[in-house]
């Protein structure tokens, strides 16, 4: 393939896998990885780098639009990106010195756990404020809008919620993703969340996490432009059409579908790393 | 518990500060994309095997340079980091926001990120 096909081919499998991502809610960049690896051959690092740079685009394109609805609470996400942030640089840090086949082994079972979390039943209870004291010091609880006028949700066990961010962000920095899943992990069912608040402030998050990371990857030589500039693109213009479709039943299909694409993505990329392909 | 307005306009502020970011960077890359193919396009390429990029396309002091002398990579580099500094323009405006609010427990939680995005992005990490 020479460079034009190479970047066309690039561009198209961004593109749907953009698509897909925003439409189920998985999100583009971590199928994106594997397919450059396992299928177009792309050495593990410059699809890391590559795939960083598109998950930086999306959140923030969705995060413009989350954050004029109401839901992403600002204070909530700013005091978690603490630690998202150190777990990133953290996490690149050792994505530069970690083998290539531990990474891919890693990678394959946090798809796992994201593709079962997107299929999961979500519970939507909520606590009033008084479940964690820190939660009320640091003035995180809040409200979102309702069909019935606001709704009051109070934030819940802050400081597990914040390691569990730690983690979040060292895997966004090992693997180049965003890790929305753990984030949401974190939120849901740590901090007791409500489900659209914290779904929406993770995106919001996930551009600052994927920054902090970026800035290594860019010293150290993870980004060249010929590849992430077609990755980047294509990821963006899918799921920007991704975004305008409605939520219909169909994508309840399509997400089970999908889960189970990227589940196959998730063994296929264990198998390579335990076999050393990668 | 409301929402008090100016909460709501520092959200609208930062929701188009966000979506500008991403489009000027998109053009960019857009643009300096389709510039790199026409010069490139024909010339065999993959990414099989790891060869870190050349020094100048590595830091951003690089790219800035590169991208006034014109250069395609860089200028794609360039559009890059307009990317990656969306985020951080963000949080940099969040900070003057907990300011007028007088929340000074959120601005220094804020300053505090910034300083960790700047340690990455200035290359001060190399030292570790």
Request: proline fraction near 3%.
């Amino acid at each position: 393939m020479n460079t034009l096909e190479f970047s066309v081919v690039v561009c198209a499998v961004s593109a749907l896998a953009g698509f897909l991502g925003a439409l189920t809610g998985l999100g583009g960049g971590v199928v994106i990885t594997p397919v450059l690896t396992l299928l177009l051959g792309v050495d593990l690092r410059y699809a890391i780098g590559a795939t960083l740079v598109s998950v930086i685009a999306t959140s923030s394109g969705a995060a413009a639009a989350y954050v004029r609805e109401g839901f992403s609470n600002i204070r909530i996400g700013m005091f978690l990106e603490i630690a998202t942030t150190i777990g990133a640089v953290v996490g690149a840090m050792l994505a530069t010195r970690a083998p290539a086949s531990t990474l891919a082994i890693i990678f394959g079972v946090v798809l796992l756990y994201s593709a079962w979390e997107s299929v999961r039943q979500k519970s939507d209870r909520i606590h009033s404020a008084g479940c964690d004291p820190l939660a009320d010091k640091l003035r995180l609880n809040s409200t979102y809008p309702g069909p019935n006028g606001p709704i009051a949700y109070g934030v819940c066990r802050v400081k597990t919620g914040f390691g569990l961010m730690f983690g979040a962000g060292m895997l966004s920095g090992l693997l180049g993703i965003g890790s929305g899943a753990v984030k949401v992990l974190a939120m849901d069912r740590a901090m007791g969340i409500p489900f659209k608040v914290s779904t929406t402030t993770s995106n919001f998050m996930i551009g600052v996490t994927a920054a902090a990371s970026a800035g290594i990857y860019l010293s150290r030589g993870y980004i060249t432009p010929g590849l992430a500039m077609p990755v980047m693109l294509g990821v963006l213009a899918g799921s920007m059409l991704g975004a305008r479709q409605l939520m219909g039943a169909k994508v309840r299909v399509l997400r089970l579908v999908f889960g189970v694409v990227v589940a196959a993505l998730a063994i296929e990329m264990i198998y390579s790393g335990a076999a050393g392909k990668l | 518990m409301s929402r008090d307005p100016h909460d709501a306009q520092v959200e609208i502020t930062i929701g188009n500060l966000l979506r500008w970011g991403v489009m000027i960077s998109a053009g960019v890359v857009l643009a300096s994309g389709i510039w790199y193919l026409v010069l490139n396009g024909s010339v065999p390429r993959d990414y099989r095997h790891f060869h870190s990029e050349a020094q100048d396309l590595r830091s951003v002091s690089g790219v800035l340079n590169g991208a006034l002398h014109l250069s395609c990579p860089h200028v794609i580099q360039f559009g890059l980091l307009l990317l990656i500094a969306t985020p951080v323009a963000r949080v940099a405006f969040t900070v003057f926001a907990f300011m007028k609010e007088r929340d000074w427990t959120f601005v220094w939680i804020t300053l505090l990120v910034l300083a960790i995005l700047l340690f990455s992005l200035t290359g001060l990490q190399r030292h570790i």
